[in-house]
Structure formats: C-alpha cells, structure tokens
C-alpha cells in the first residue's frame, strides 16, 4: 500500500502532537523543567554544606557569609527551616529534608542540589582560610586509600583516633590512630572534605550528629581518613550560652547520638578511653529481641550476635540466681550452652540467649521459687571475673555426650539445620 503526499503528512502531523503531548505529560508544570531521575554531572569545585547547628543559638549566617564569599557554593541543610529565620548571605540557600505535601520529592533530596564534585561538611563556627580547601582536595585526590581529609577549625589540634565498627557485635570501638595520620575518626572541631558521590553514597549521608555518622559508616566500608595540621579560624567566641540553652542543646544531642546509633544498629561504642555508652536495652525497657523459634532468634538471621545489652543481662542475671541458690543451699552447676560457653570462652556464648542451670531434684525445696526444677549435678569451674559456679567434673567429656565430639572446638549456632556459623555472615 502506497501514501500519498496528504496521507504522509496526516501520518506526520499525528506523530508531532503525540510527541508534544508525551513532553507536556512529563513536566511537572507548566514551562516547567522534565523532572530528574539521577543526579546532575558533577562540575569542578566545592559545596559547603552546613548541617549540624541549632536552630535557637547558631553562628550560620556568618559561617555562610564567610565561605561564600570564596566564592563557593554554600548549603545550609535542615529538616525545617531554623526559627527564629536565619539570614543568608547571596551564594547560600536553605535545603529542606523533610518531604512536604506541597512540594515536589526531588526538592528534599539533597544529591540532587549538589553539582560540584566535592563537598566539604562544616561545622557551626567555622571560617574560611582561603586556598586550604584546595589543599584538602589535592590531599583527597593524591590517589592513597583516602576517601575522607579533615583539618581542623580553631586553634585546638584533632586528635585522630582508630575505629573497628562491629556490627555482628552491635559495636563500635575507639583506640589510638594508626601511624602516618592514618585515623578511623578524629576528635574536636572539623572541616570534613570528601566527594560528593562517596557522600551520597552512604546509607544515612546527613544523619546528625554528621561525623560521627560519617565516621561509622566510612568504617564499615575501610575508608581512609586523612587529617592536615592546617586550621580553619573559629568565629570569636560569643556570649556564654544561658544554662537553659546548654541544658537544651545536650538533651538534642544526646538524643540524636541515640537515634543515631539505632539507626546504625549499634548498641554499644567503647571509647578510647575505655568508657562505654550503651544504646541498647535495660531493665526498664523490653528486651532486644522477641519470642525466638527453632532455637534460633531473628537477629541470628540477619548476621548479628546477641545484642551486648542482653549478654550482660544474661551474665548479671547468672550471678543473681547461683547468689540466690547458694544463700539456699541448693546443689547447682552449669549447664548446656552456658557451660559450653564457660569451658570454650570464659563467658557466655556470644550468640546465646539463654543460661542453663541444673540442680538436684531433691534440693527444689530449699528455694520457694525452685520447688518443682529438675536436674542433675557435679563439679566447678570459675569465670574471668572470678565467679565460682558448678559444673560436671569432666565438663569436656559431658558436652561431647550432649553435643557430639569436637563440641568446644567446633562452634556452631543452636540450630543448625535453620542457620549454620558461617553462612552468609
């Protein structure tokens, strides 16, 4: 069949309005831009962004005032915008994470406003010193395991720090840097510098309180990071801060570092200095986990030990109840995965969730809340911290019985046949 020359252009003037109806379709508006689906090329150069200040005592507009005046693009990042309103100088503008029903999603997704290739994470107070975020870029890019450059704001040096995240452990743990200023996190006030496609990248690029959540996560993933002795100034101090406001800003924070580290699925950091803050659960709270099945709790399944708040429980609880039984006379020992435990590590098993006693039938009686237990008896062993509890006096020979041969060489989870040691961890 052939067209005609009416035919053709019928065909022709079809296609074009159908083309233009499709473009109209795709804008969000009227003379309206086509929506984004990946973020734009990044250029050459550095955003800063300023993410971690509070809304009711800050120094923003002069952080921004003094590196947009560089000049470099600035970005100040909130969940909602500061109030009392922060005046920002030309160059610098407000970013919204929050989604709003009156506002387009892309609006709120910050890779989608940073366009240079790097961007540096500036803390509250910081002011520019012209050329060194320049030196910082050269450092990134020297082309070592360097994924992050820090230097710090004020006069105070940054104390570099070494940092093994453990998630099967639920923990993070802090000690001395390595050599050569290689540093797992740092200490004191920094200007953070990385690129912008590692940034955003991360799981939780801007959660607060910003390094530290960029510390953990870089970790996770063995980058390096790299610190200049080169400052940036620090604002002159201000005023004091009114108790209120102090008190105000050390509830947010803390708050923040324990929303933080939920979301990081960390429930204990162990400091530098050996002090540790603990995330996870107590007596006043429900426990970490919920009713487990075929011997084997959820968090097993998804790669993760027993949470160290409910370990402690567990070894707190232990102490407790041979206390208890031996105030009442009641012949006790070790049992099971507890005496597993004690024989191959000292301590409870790091994936176990319960303790096992055993105690005479006879001696039930002598604690009310013990009248109708059943078990059977012998020897002892003593833990790390030295604490005494029974145990059959040929603990070895007693676990191969229960366990089969090679038991307290040979780990492996409660239940094999649901999740082997080793598999997919």
């Excluded at 099945?293 to 949470?307: E, F, K, N, V």
Aim: aromatic share 6%; charged share 25%.
């Amino acid at each position: 069949m052939r067209l005609t020359p009416c035919q053709a252009a019928l065909a022709g003037a079809i296609g074009l309005n159908l083309l233009l109806l499709y473009c109209a379709w795709l804008r969000p508006g009227r003379g309206g831009p086509p929506p984004r689906c990946r973020p734009p090329r990044e250029a050459p150069g550095v955003t800063v962004l300023l993410r971690d200040f509070e809304d009711f005592e800050n120094d923003v507009a002069g952080t921004a005032r003094s590196f947009a005046a560089l000049p470099l693009p600035v970005l100040v990042a909130a969940e909602a915008a500061p109030y009392p309103p922060v005046p920002l100088p030309a160059g610098a503008r407000l970013l919204l994470l929050r989604p709003a029903p009156d506002r387009p999603p892309r609006d709120s997704r910050p890779e989608l406003h940073v366009r240079t290739r790097h961007v540096a994470l500036v803390p509250d107070g910081a002011r520019a010193r012209p050329g060194l975020l320049e030196r910082m870029r050269a450092t990134l890019e020297a082309g070592d395991d360097a994924r992050v450059v820090a230097a710090p704001v004020g006069t105070e040096p940054l104390r570099c720090l070494g940092l093994r995240v453990e998630l099967r452990e639920w923990t993070a743990r802090y000690g001395p840097g390595g050599p050569g200023g290689a540093c797992g996190a740092v200490e004191g006030a920094a200007v953070l510098l990385l690129r912008t496609r590692d940034l955003f990248n991360l799981s939780f690029p801007l959660a607060r309180p910003l390094p530290t959540a960029l510390f953990v996560q870089a970790a996770l993933r063995g980058w390096g990071l790299r610190v200049l002795p080169e400052a940036f100034p620090a604002a002159p101090p201000a005023l004091p801060a009114s108790p209120h406001n102090r008190w105000k800003a050390e509830s947010l924070a803390g708050a923040r570092r324990r929303r933080l580290m939920r979301e990081l699925g960390i429930k204990r950091e162990v400091l530098a200095d050996g002090r540790e803050r603990w995330y996870g659960c107590g007596k006043d709270t429900a426990r970490c986990f919920g009713t487990v099945h075929a011997r084997t709790p959820q968090y097993l399944l998804a790669g993760r030990w027993t949470p160290p708040c409910c370990l402690r429980a567990l070894r707190e609880t232990a102490r407790h109840v041979a206390e208890a039984l031996e105030a009442a006379g009641v012949r006790y020992w070790l049992e099971g995965g507890s005496l597993l435990g004690a024989v191959r590590l000292r301590d409870v098993i790091p994936w176990d969730y319960d303790v096992d006693l055993g105690i005479y039938r006879e001696d039930a009686g002598k604690c009310r809340w013990l009248r109708e237990v059943e078990a059977a008896g012998g020897g002892a062993v003593e833990d790390a911290e030295g604490f005494t509890a029974m145990a059959p006096n040929n603990a070895r020979a007693f676990l191969e019985l229960k366990f089969g041969p090679g038991a307290v060489e040979n780990p492996e989870y409660p239940n094999p046949a649901v999740k082997r040691l080793g598999q997919g961890d």
